[in-house]
């Protein structure tokens, strides 16, 4: 969630939006395009971003390889994944924007004493990260998982008016045996998608310079 000391990070930035409605959304192309993704969860050119025809929120894809695992035949480095996206977005102008939330999905498999949890963090080019926001899964478990990271609109964050910075959004997956047995029973939590569906998806909110 975005922090206060974020919220003061922005009100000392050249310029301050200005409260718009509700329901006012630029009318204009908005262009969410990754510049980086690094990550034992992203590998290159893995991940995907589009964004909604009504500006109303975008969404990522992560294609392949993010997936935490323990168990037979997996590597000690595979209970922790994590993806850092650094992403430019292009507003029009006269606007700015917030997250006002950000939604996750995937698929778990979890045995009877095992763990796992699922967090993120945000934050703009040359602030400080929030504090990560972890939602935790207790086996046994199958099937669907999905999580919300939402703040309320007055707490918003907004990028700065009229000095362009990247909005970076880092996350992670990880499991724990806990109480199974690692050496007979397989844990895992994934966050990839090959078919191409959204993993992850990011309500804007919108103010005028």
Same mark, same amino acid.
């Given at each position: 969630?975005?922090?206060?000391?974020?919220?003061?990070?922005?009100?000392?930035?050249?310029?301050?939006?200005?409260?718009?409605?509700?329901?006012?959304?630029?009318?204009?192309?908005?262009?969410?395009?990754?510049?980086?993704?690094?990550?034992?969860?992203?590998?290159?050119?893995?991940?995907?971003?589009?964004?909604?025809?009504?500006?109303?929120?975008?969404?990522?894809?992560?294609?392949?390889?993010?997936?935490?695992?323990?168990?037979?035949?997996?590597?000690?480095?595979?209970?922790?994944?994590?993806?850092?996206?650094?992403? &430019?977005? =292009?507003?029009?102008?006269?606007? /700015?924007?917030?997250? @006002?939330? *950000?939604?996750? #999905?995937?698929?778990?498999?979890? %045995?009877?004493?095992?763990?796992?949890?699922?967090?993120?963090?945000?934050?703009?080019?040359?602030?400080?990260?929030?504090?990560?926001?972890?939602?935790?899964?207790?086996?046994?478990?199958?099937?669907?998982?999905?999580?919300?990271?939402?703040?309320?609109?007055?707490?918003?964050?907004?990028?700065?008016?009229? &000095?362009? =910075?990247?909005?970076?959004?880092? /996350?992670?997956?990880? @499991?724990? *045996?806990?109480? #199974?047995?690692?050496?007979?029973? %397989?844990?895992?939590?994934?966050?990839?998608?090959?078919?191409?569906?959204?993993?992850?998806?990011?309500?804007?909110?919108?103010?005028?310079?």
């Amino acid at each position: 969630m975005i922090t206060t000391m974020l919220a003061l990070a922005v009100a000392l930035s050249m310029q301050t939006p200005t409260a718009t409605a509700a329901d006012e959304v630029p009318a204009g192309r908005v262009t969410v395009h990754v510049v980086t993704a690094n990550g034992s969860g992203c590998p290159a050119g893995s991940t995907e971003v589009h964004v909604a025809d009504d500006n109303s929120e975008f969404t990522f894809t992560h294609r392949e390889g993010y997936v935490a695992k323990v168990g037979p035949g997996a590597d000690p480095t595979d209970i922790r994944k994590n993806c850092q996206l650094s992403l &430019d977005v =292009r507003v029009p102008s006269g606007f /700015t924007f917030g997250i @006002v939330r *950000a939604e996750y #999905s995937g698929r778990i498999s979890l %045995a009877a004493g095992a763990q796992a949890w699922q967090g993120a963090d945000y934050y703009f080019q040359g602030q400080t990260p929030t504090a990560r926001r972890i939602h935790p899964f207790t086996g046994p478990q199958r099937g669907d998982w999905a999580t919300a990271d939402v703040t309320d609109p007055g707490s918003v964050v907004y990028a700065p008016c009229n &000095d362009h =910075r990247y909005f970076n959004v880092n /996350t992670a997956l990880r @499991v724990s *045996a806990g109480t #199974s047995n690692p050496q007979t029973t %397989a844990s895992w939590i994934s966050m990839d998608s090959p078919d191409r569906n959204p993993n992850g998806r990011f309500r804007f909110i919108w103010k005028r310079c």
